[in-house]
């Protein structure tokens, strides 16, 4: 046999072995199938919001003068039209004691001087029935009448008397409750300015003073957060939310568009917002969400469910993945028709099928279109 021909088969194998040798191994990876699942799409703050409460009140004495009285504690529960503070207004009790007394001395008047009316008025019915007979005379009638006339007068001017007795009681016990402090609403008492035996004073049109009591109600909360204007088109009031706080990390609070501000607001140049609320729903009663606690929140513009969907941070610039091809063991550029997308998901609609593997770890070096891989 020609020794030239027995070389060949070893020359093959030699060739094969260091081309084996040689090859690249394999780039371990991450993949992930083209599952089913919801994907919507969302409008978020574009920076951080703030937890405010639907009804606070920071409430001041309408008059001056020295606390007497502090009927509360801050983080106190309080209900509507609970006293809270109450200032020295001894002054203002006794004149409502001396209003109370000439009211009941100008309605003795008027029940005197109407009782005499109604007897002056049956005096005259009674002489008006015997001149009617013959049996008084014109002069005695036209004097009964006159008398008449003058008793209902007089009841009249003690009635009135009476009713401006009653005013000046009523004014009397508005201006002493007016040294009482109030609760407008029920809430929890967020902050007391001032100690018992100190002096309050209103405060001054155009200069804001410390509030004497901070009343927050704190079973109505929302978030109020910017969103960028370009996305403000898009926002209804009703549309469903969802809340989330530093305070409670991992943790989401559901919430609803409640109002959207009439105007953008320009912070700094090309960054304009606009302002919306978005409403707890309900209130948690498991945690304790406190005025002023930073908060996100997103706002769902359109969903759709099971649909096909993909990470997000698996699409690839242009709308192309990475399939996985287990026959070859590489990765194959894919080109997919995409839907509604977030950061998390992105719909597809076309070009790639529920189940097929795709590359998840795109920052794996070598890990490219026609690439030896291996799934970890």
Known sequence: MNKSLLLIPAALLVAAGIYWLQREEPVPVTLTEVGRGPVELIAANSRAGSIRACRRSRL?????????QLLVEEGDRVKAGQVLLELWSDDRKVRVEQAEATLRGRQIEQNRACDNAE???????????????????????????????LAALSCDEASAQSDQAAAALKLERVLLDDTRLRAPFAGIVAEINGERGEFVTPSPPGIPTPPAVDLIDDSCLYV????????????????????????????????????????????????????????????PTDASLLVGYSADI?????????????????????????????????????????????????????????????????DREGASAGARVMPE
């Open 224 to 283: 109020r957060a910017p969103i960028d204007e370009i996305e403000a088109a898009r926002l209804k009031v009703g549309q469903p939310a969802r809340i989330t706080l530093d305070a409670f990390r991992g943790r989401v609070f559901e919430g609803r568009l409640n109002r959207i501000a009439p105007f953008v607001s320009e912070v700094e140049k090309q960054a304009r917002t606009v302002d919306v609320d978005v409403l707890f729903t309900p209130v």
């Open 119 to 149: 007897l002056a008025q049956r005096d005259f019915h009674r002489t008006e029935s015997l001149a009617a007979r013959r049996l008084a005379s014109d002069e005695q009638l036209d004097q009964r009448r006159t008398e008449a006339r």
């Open 60 to 68: 001041s004495m309408p008059q001056g003068g020295r606390v007497e």
């Open 298 to 362: 997103e706002v769902v513009l359109e969903r759709r469910d099971q649909v096909p969907r993909i990470p997000t941070e698996t699409l690839l610039e242009g709308e192309r993945v990475l399939r996985y091809d287990p026959d070859s063991g590489t990765l194959i550029d894919t080109p997919v028709s995409t839907g509604l997308a977030n950061w998390t998901w992105t719909e597809v609609s076309g070009g790639i099928d529920p189940g097929t593997p795709i590359l998840r770890s795109l």
